[in-house]
């Protein structure tokens, strides 16, 4: 394709268009500022346009996981689950994207290579893979936190000869798995979500598991009509409500402020068993100790672990699926009969964790000198979390500067907002904010709006660079590791720590000091006429 003779320039560039480049783009076009969003995939939806895996469905209940931005938007909307499918999520992305306008500021099907600074015009130089070329005041990375998917380097594991699927890029046309033999690799979320789906369809299904995972049932079911309505006639109020909740959802039902420890052996077990009715995330607010204190979280997974043993049939199985590490260490899983499939005939799981995959062959693979023959393979294998997609791109900062040697021994940064020597870059929902420990999209609407303000407050100031100071970043990094250190998250191997990954520095990446807490100090900083940040 020709090239334009001047590289064309926008004052704000966004990478991505999942729900928080949809926001930001909205957001900087209100202001008047000319943006323009680019995005890898040929549509909107980002996490629900790739994860189409059967059974992917959202953990925070769709009146809560949603824009609450525009009044309007937050009424017309009718969600028919209480926790929506991935299909009802993409169209919904569909209607925020047409509702205000969105899609001729997107550019589809163009990826990110990479960016530099350009520090003489106080400009970024974006490149396309495709060699296009734009030139941006303010560049926004709205490219996700769960964007990159983890495909494990298996030995042999092009020679097999069956269909391979990754949940994270699934295909668009419906799977059949009738009369097949399938093999799951991965028992996190998104395996969680789609083996009893997988399960009711294929002739044999193999699961194997490296570490067993903690599932609460979700309950789904149709969104009663009058309990919508309860909400959505006091929707603003429910929503600030949620704002003031340690991970910006369930004000209907606030964590018991009382410690597991505190109470008789049969009132906790009263309080879980509550929960355990309610479902979903609900069990993690039985007491309000749980995910700061290793007796208090032991109580709660020997409760589940009861669950599973009286759920599944076979004991060996069951103790198999029986997680022996601390409770919401790693994400806690959201379920619809997920232990229960176990007992079905068809299903069989593979303990990986003593005696890892060896290698593949054209019909299988491999353990300890054992072959496992099936016909098709579904890697339920996660993330490259929070810095995979930033580490895969070209971006330099100042005096060239490379991300990569940036972010060596971790991701470092202030607020999750921006990163010293990358001035006029802000990122959204990523490494050092609450991302990952919230509803995302109440992280992704505060982090538009902070952004938003931050650049009004440039315009009326006359100023037009912003860049971290590094004596901030670096008290930053104390600050979100000295939160960590006050809850139990550092107790296991998890994506938020960079585990999943071989040879990921090990850094705890997400805030995990609640919303309310990491919004406040982020006014705060802007309240002080963005304290940490030098403007010029
Ligand atoms: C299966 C699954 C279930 C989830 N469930 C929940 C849940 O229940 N509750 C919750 O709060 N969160 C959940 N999440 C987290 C979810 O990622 C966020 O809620 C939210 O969708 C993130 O939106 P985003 O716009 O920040 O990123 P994304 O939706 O990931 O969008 C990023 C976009 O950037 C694009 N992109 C990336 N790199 C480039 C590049 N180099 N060039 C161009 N485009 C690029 C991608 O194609 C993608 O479209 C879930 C995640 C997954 C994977």
């Known amino acids: 394709m020709k090239q334009p003779a001047t590289t064309p320039s926008v004052d704000m560039l966004i990478v991505g268009a999942g729900f928080a480049g949809l926001y930001m783009l909205h957001k900087a076009r209100c202001m008047g500022l000319d943006a323009m969003v680019i995005e890898s995939a040929p549509s909107v939806g980002g996490t629900w346009y790739h994860n189409r895996y059967p059974g992917a469905r959202v953990d925070i209940q769709s009146l809560e996981y949603s824009f609450s931005f525009d009044e309007a938007l937050q009424q017309e909307w009718r969600w028919t689950e209480r926790y929506a499918g991935q299909p009802e999520l993409l169209r919904y992305a569909n209607h925020v994207a047409d509702r205000f306008g969105l899609r001729d500021g997107i550019r589809f099907d163009t990826r990110m290579r990479g960016a530099q600074f350009d520090e003489a015009a106080g400009e970024w130089v974006l490149q396309s893979e495709c060699g296009e070329t734009w030139r941006t005041r303010f560049l926004v990375m709205a490219s996700g936190p769960l964007s990159s998917p983890n495909r494990p380097d298996f030995p042999g594991l092009g020679g097999f000869d069956g269909p391979v699927f990754h949940t994270a890029d699934w295909p668009h046309e419906p799977v059949d798995f009738g009369g097949q033999r399938v093999a799951v690799i991965g028992t996190g979320s998104s395996a969680v979500q789609t083996i009893p789906i997988i ?5 044999e299904l193999t699961v194997f598991q490296r570490t067993a995972a903690y599932a609460a049932p979700a309950r789904n079911g149709p969104l009663d009509p009058a309990f919508e309505g309860r909400v959505k006639a006091d929707y603003k109020n429910f929503r600030a409500r949620n704002r003031r909740m340690h991970g910006g959802f369930g004000n209907l039902l606030p964590p018991n402020p009382v410690s597991a420890l505190a109470v008789s052996a049969a009132e906790r077990e009263a309080r879980f068993e509550e929960r355990w009715r309610i ?9 309000n100790d749980l995910l700061t204190n290793l007796q208090a979280n032991a109580l709660l997974a020997e409760f589940v672990r009861g669950k599973i043993r009286s759920t599944v049939h076979d004991p060996a199985t ?14 806690l899983c959201v379920d619809s009969g997920y232990y229960e499939t176990f007992n079905l005939p068809n299903v069989r799981l593979v303990d990986v964790s003593t005696q890892p995959i060896e290698r593949f062959d ?24 929070m810095t995979g997609t930033m580490l895969r791109l070209d971006l330099r900062g100042r005096g060239g500067l490379r991300i990569q040697d940036k972010w060596q021994a971790g991701p470092l940064n202030y607020l999750g907002l921006g990163i010293a020597g990358f001035p006029n870059l802000f990122n959204i929902a990523g490494p050092g904010s609450t991302s990952a420990f919230t509803n995302v999209i109440v992280a992704i609407e505060h982090h538009v709006d902070w952004i938003a303000d931050c650049i009004g407050h440039m315009q009326a100031h006359g100023k037009t660079l912003i860049e971290v100071d590094e004596r901030a970043e670096a008290g930053w990094a104390e600050h979100v590791n000295a939160a960590a250190k006050r809850t139990v998250f550092l107790s296991c191997n998890s994506w938020y720590l960079g585990a999943n990954i071989p040879g990921k520095p090990r850094m705890f990446m997400p805030l995990a000091d609640g919303f309310p807490r990491y919004a406040d100090h982020c006014a705060e900083v ?5 304290e940490g940040f030098v403007l010029r």
Do not use: M, N, W
């Not at 399960?199 to 002739?203: F, K, N, P």
């Not at 353990?367 to 294998?381: N, S």
């Open 279 to 287: 479902g979903g995330f609900a069990i993690l607010g039985a007491f």
């Open 318 to 331: 069951a103790a198999l699926l029986s997680p022996t590490h601390t409770i919401g260490c790693k994400r």
């Open 199 to 203: 399960a009711q369809q294929a002739r």
């Open 362 to 385: 054209a019909r299988g693979l491999f353990i300890g000198g054992r072959h496992h023959e099936f016909d098709t393979l579904v890697l339920a294998t996660g993330f490259d979390a």
């Open 526 to 530: 802007a309240r002080k006429g963005y």
